[in-house]
């Protein structure tokens, strides 16, 4: 997918604020009516219609009419308010080459004001399939409305999650940066994936690193449950680092057995065509520890001694609400119960809307607001709790901390106002409900004409935003 950070450049604050708006409608509507949008923007001189037809000019949002007529955030409008959140926050300053494209993410390298190149990963679900196509097709097939960015941003928050944890626990992973959104940004891996690799001085070493990795990991209670070729990065020096982590499982999975020989077998299987191993002499001492197996070579994951609660212990730590994480897992295992969600839409909104109208009432950025207070709902990706970024906060319009200006959004506890807000969102939705159209027809917006950026145009500074 092309991000052409050329765009990005040229978009306004007010752009900004409308995409967000949307952003923040998404959160209950798979589409979002404009008015809506209006509303919470809240842009002076009815400003919010011509916004966006910017943005659908430059397919940052997405016009959809299937079901009622309204707007939604496209991948590319959420990469650009992820990236500009980080670049705000002084994580990096420029976006440079691609340096990957994966089964559900694209790769990018990023570079700090110093210079200093580190990698950005954009999760992507929904591009193709998750690993197990069944998967989900169960969890769409139950699904009544879903929405791929949220999913995306849990995916990125849970990647981030595992990635310091196993840092912080000697795994050679990535050094997780910061996450925001569906966008996580991690040390730069030197060398390449183990698939491009046609020859290795030690492969017996190497093999049985990665081995001994696999075992570590089901002993601190995780199971990779993709690991692979892909997902093995070995630089010049023949040193392993792993990567890629959203899909991981505890070693308590009712499927755990079969991951984990999964995982293994994708090893031996690599390491026997590549480099044509054969494992029959292979010792049980793997990575310096002495490990039980079978007769083939493979390590027993019965005769692993296995900490269990590690993983639900790093999620939490890292924000992780358990609602966020039964959502994906259902979505990455496909255990999905009955969703029977669609109706009780209203209440909800009633709570999220209410929420963004205040913040924009008060005159705070709502961007900012709805971090804060997602924390009980839905957190916004924006990883505090975990924080390795920098600590300078991005500062509001009116210049104010936005940690302050929560405190006294969260205190306000105005029941007649909230009332107001509802009524009049209510009163929008209904509107956009009932067919009446509040912006031009399908065809006015269509980028006809657009050109599409080569690769050559990524390479920008965007610190001049
Ligand atoms: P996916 O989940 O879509 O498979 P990955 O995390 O496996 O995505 O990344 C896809 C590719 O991007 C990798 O195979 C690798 O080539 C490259 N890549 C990912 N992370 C890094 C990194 N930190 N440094 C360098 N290259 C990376
Ligand atoms: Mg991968």
Same mark, same amino acid.
């Given at each position: 997918m092309k991000l052409d950070v050329d765009v990005l450049r040229y978009l306004t604050k007010e752009d900004f604020r409308v995409l967000t708006a949307?952003?923040?409608?998404?959160?209950?509507?798979?589409?979002?009516?404009?008015?809506?949008?209006?509303?919470?923007?809240? *842009?002076?001189?009815?400003?919010?219609?011509?916004? !966006? =037809?910017? #943005?659908?000019? %430059?397919?940052?949002?997405?016009?959809? $009419?299937?079901?009622?007529?309204?707007?939604r955030l496209t991948y590319l409008?959420?990469?650009?308010?992820?990236?500009?959140?980080?670049?705000?926050?002084?994580?990096?300053?420029?976006?440079?080459?691609?340096?990957g494209v994966g089964k559900e993410s694209d790769i990018f390298e990023v570079a700090t004001e110093d210079g200093?190149?580190?990698?950005?990963?954009?999760?992507?679900?929904?591009?193709?399939?998750?690993?197990?196509?069944?998967?989900?097709?169960?969890?769409?097939?139950?699904?009544?409305?879903?929405?791929?960015?949220?999913?995306?941003? *849990?995916?990125?928050?849970?990647?981030?999650?595992? !990635? =310091?944890? #196993?840092?912080? %626990?000697?795994?050679?992973?990535?050094? $997780?940066?910061?996450?925001?959104?569906?966008?996580?940004?991690?040390?730069?891996?030197?060398g390449y994936p183990l698939v491009q690799v046609k020859q290795l001085e030690n492969p017996e070493t190497v093999f049985n690193t990665i081995i001994g990795l696999v075992v570590r990991l089901a002993e601190h209670g995780l199971i990779h449950c993709d690991f692979n070729e892909f997902n093995i990065m070995i630089d010049d020096d023949e040193k392993v680092t792993m990567i890629d982590f959203p899909q991981m499982v505890s070693v308590s999975h009712r499927n755990a057995q079969m991951y984990f020989d999964r995982d293994v077998e994708c090893v031996f299987k690599f390491f026997s065509k590549r480099f044509n191993m054969s494992f029959h002499e292979c010792t049980a001492d793997i990575d310096g520890t002495a490990v039980d197996t079978d007769d083939s070579g493979r390590p027993s994951f019965t005769s692993i001694a296995k900490d269990t609660g590690f993983l639900d212990k790093e999620l939490s730590a890292s924000g992780f609400t358990r609602k966020d994480q039964e959502e994906i897992a259902k979505f990455i295992e496909g255990g999905i119960k009955k969703d029977a969600n669609s109706d009780d839409e209203d209440t909800e909104d009633d709570e999220h809307i209410s929420v963004l109208n205040e913040a924009n009432t008060m005159g705070v950025d709502s961007l900012h607001v709805a971090d804060q207070h997602d924390e009980q709902v839905e957190p916004e990706g924006n990883v505090r709790t975990c924080e390795a970024g920098p600590s300078s906060e991005p500062e509001n319009e009116d210049g104010s901390n936005e940690e302050?200006?929560?405190?006294?959004?969260?205190?306000?506890?105005?029941?007649?106002?909230?009332?107001?807000?509802?009524?009049?969102?209510?009163?929008?939705?209904?509107a956009a409900r009932g067919g009446r159209k509040t912006f031009a027809s399908r065809n006015t917006y269509k980028d006809k004409g657009g050109k599409s950026s080569n690769s050559s145009k990524i390479q920008r500074q965007l610190s001049s935003w």
């Open positions: 949307v952003e923040m409608g998404m959160r209950n509507h798979e589409i979002v009516p404009a008015e809506l949008v209006e509303r919470i923007a809240a *842009l002076k001189h009815g400003g919010t219609y011509k916004v !966006m =037809k910017n #943005l659908l000019k %430059h397919k940052l949002l997405h016009h959809d $009419a299937s079901k009622y007529d309204g707007f409008g959420y990469d650009f308010l992820a990236i500009k959140t980080l670049v705000n926050r002084g994580v990096f300053s420029a976006v440079g080459r691609q340096l200093t190149v580190m990698a950005m990963k954009l999760h992507r679900l929904g591009r193709t399939s998750f690993r197990a196509v069944k998967s989900k097709r169960d969890y769409l097939k139950h699904r009544s409305s879903f929405n791929w960015l949220y999913l995306s941003r *849990l995916a990125a928050l849970r990647e981030f999650s595992f !990635m =310091k944890a #196993l840092e912080e %626990h000697g795994f050679p992973v990535p050094n $997780a940066v910061d996450c925001n959104r569906h966008c996580v940004i991690m040390s730069l891996v030197p302050g200006d929560n405190e006294t959004v969260n205190n306000d506890n105005d029941a007649e106002l909230e009332k107001r807000l509802n009524k009049v969102r209510r009163r929008a939705v209904t």
